[in-house]
T-cell receptor, first 111, second 110 residues
Framework: NAGVTQTPKFQVLKTGQSMTLQCAQD?????MSWYRQDPGMGLRLIHY???????DQGEVPNGYNVSRSTTEDFPLRLLSAAPSQTSVYFC??????????FGSGTRLTVV | AQSVTQPDIHITVSEGASLELRCNYS??????LFWYVQSPGQGLQLLLK??????LVQGIKGFEAEFKRSQSSFNLRKPSVHWSDAAEYFC????????FGQGTELSVKP
């Protein structure tokens, strides 16, 4: 049982490049979410999904895009990376019994 | 809208001393409340959670937290801190979404 798997673990991008952060869970959780973590700001919610085909914005959605075509996968897309998006990104899935399960994070640097 | 405030950005305590980390939340109904710990370069580990019932919640590693509805608080406590407790601690509130506080960094003096 892998839980929540995030790839890649580390990534360096140039300003303006695009990329997709992958997140997959094998617990059949309906609810998934993406956070970014920055020093002194805690974890801030970017986007979340309450089930396949349904997504919504969190606290800091600008510059990010998501889709949820399956229950298992919830990729986060950066269409045109900016230095302000340098951060550590965490994906999480949730159900009412288990609670939240977090991935191990993706450390992204935009130069 | 739900929100969480952790008033202390950084706390230093001596090893063996007691610890209290403050957390205040804003939410219209009774929320689910959590404390997480994060060591440098690591992911998040759940220390404890409050859903309902007894307002004093026991967690892992000897931590406990008390939910006080009248004060909208969920403070984390430990009677005797160990050097290995040095880490960053996050309080979080779940209404529809899980929202985190800014975090409190704990340093432990030998």
């Amino acid at each position: 049982n892998a839980g929540v798997t995030q790839t890649p673990k580390f990534q360096v991008l140039k300003t303006g490049q695009s990329m997709t952060l992958q997140c997959a869970q094998d617990m059949n959780h309906e609810y998934m979410s993406w956070y970014r973590q920055d020093p002194g700001m805690g974890l801030r919610l970017i986007h979340y999904s309450v089930g396949a085909g349904i997504t919504d914005q969190g606290e800091v959605p600008n510059g990010y895009n998501v889709s949820r075509s399956t229950t298992e996968d919830f990729p986060l897309r950066l269409l045109s990376a900016a230095p302000s998006q340098t951060s550590v990104y965490f994906c999480a899935s949730n159900d009412r019994v288990v609670g939240y399960t977090f991935g191990s994070g993706t450390r992204l640097t935009v130069v | 809208a739900q929100s969480v405030t952790q008033p202390d950005i950084h706390i230093t305590v001596s090893e063996g001393a007691s610890l209290e980390l403050r957390c205040n939340y804003s939410y219209g109904a009774t929320p689910y409340l959590f404390w997480y710990v994060q060591s440098p370069g690591q992911g998040l580990q759940l220390l404890l959670k409050y859903f309902s019932g007894d307002t004093l919640v026991q967690g892992i590693k000897g931590f406990e937290a008390e939910f006080k509805r009248s004060q909208s608080s969920f403070n984390l406590r430990k009677p005797s801190v160990h050097w290995s407790d040095a880490a960053e601690y996050f309080c979080a509130v779940q209404g529809g979404k899980l929202i985190f506080g800014q975090g409190t960094e704990l340093s432990v003096k030998p």
